[in-house]
């Protein structure tokens, strides 16, 4: 008998998802995938999130065992919180090249050039960059964290684009923005992204604020990856065009088939996101692959900045 390819993948990936979720029982094992992960990963996922969604749910589960279906910051910001669990990132080579922008060290230059500012880190950021920062933020409480924090003075790392729009709600603060930015959200010029506007006339231009400032001056509203996923479940036109990576749109085509969804621009495709497979999180669970590990004192500065950020939000 002959079996088309789509037939055999198909059978594989039913039994691939059987054994995870068997595994996952057996070790009580919680599994967490970020809203750019692809739609077989959140299918075996406890739950699906923005980063700050993410990194709380991780404090308050009582697995011990987590495997973080993202990027590296991500399974790290989990670890930093939970220092006692086991954290695992299923694909060891799913990176953020924005969190990779800065260094501990170009940031403690940066640090003495500016003596009186403070550090507010994005958690797009490695362990080491947020030890050595006050406070870190997320793109769902970037504004509020900058706004309310007791600076005059303040040095915004690594998203440019953030800390520039940052800056606008921030008149009074100076803001030393580090010159760092997510390839997935920058490389969208205004031009084309008028061009699909003009496609689309009547649908509205939901934004993350990764995205270039010449970008987020034509949104009728920008969020964190679950706020915008939020924003278009209650509001109540129809049609949107969506500006951040191709996840979210699969989300919500998915949950919304009333609504319809364009991309902004059908190159937003986060690779490192894109990475994680089902084959790769069987391996975490059966050979404990990935697992994430925090120098403790490292971790321990790192986790001061995160949850000064948690208390606030
Ligand atoms: P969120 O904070 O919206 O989850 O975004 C994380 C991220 O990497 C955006 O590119
Ligand atoms: Fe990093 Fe951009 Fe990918 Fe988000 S979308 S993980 S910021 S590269």
């Known amino acids: ?61 009582d697995s011990n065992y987590i495997v973080f279906c993202g990027v590296h910051f991500m399974a790290e910001s989990a670890k930093i919180l939970s220092p006692e669990k086991r954290v695992f990132l299923p694909n060891t080579d799913a990176r953020c090249p924005m969190a990779d922008m800065v260094t501990k060290e170009r940031l403690e230059t940066m640090k003495a050039e500016f003596p009186d500012a403070k550090v507010v880190a994005y958690v797009n950021s490695s362990a080491e960059v947020k030890s050595i920062s006050d406070i870190c933020c997320t793109s769902s409480n970037a504004v509020n964290i900058v706004k309310h924090l007791e600076a005059k003075e303040i040095i915004f790392v690594p998203d440019q684009n953030l800390g520039a729009y940052v ?23 205004g031009a084309e992204v008028q061009n699909i506007c003009d496609r689309y006339p009547s649908a509205k231009l939901f934004v993350h604020p990764e995205c270039r400032p010449e970008v987020l001056e034509m949104a009728d509203f920008i969020g964190s990856t679950a706020q915008i996923i939020k924003a278009c479940e209650t509001s109540e036109e129809h049609s949107f065009i969506i500006g951040t990576e191709k996840g979210v749109i699969d989300t919500l085509r998915a949950v919304h088939p009333e609504k319809e969804f364009y991309m902004m621009d059908d190159t937003m495709v986060c690779k490192n996101m894109k990475k994680t497979t089902l084959e790769d999180v069987l391996k975490s669970l059966k050979e404990s692959y990935g697992e994430i590990q925090v120098e403790p004192e490292v971790g321990a500065r790192a986790k001061s900045a995160i949850f000064k950020m948690i208390e606030r939000s």
């Open 167 to 189: 800056s606008k709600f921030c008149p009074e603060k100076t803001i030393h923005l580090w010159k760092g930015f997510c390839p997935t959200h920058h490389r969208v010029i």
């Open 1 to 61: 008998m002959l079996y088309s390819n789509e037939k055999i993948n198909a059978k594989n990936k039913k039994t691939i998802k059987e054994e995870i979720l068997k595994l996952k029982i057996e070790k009580n094992a919680l599994i967490l995938a970020h809203h750019y992960q692809s739609m077989e990963i959140k299918e075996i996922s406890d739950f699906v999130g923005d980063s700050l969604e993410l990194s709380k749910i991780a404090t308050k589960v």
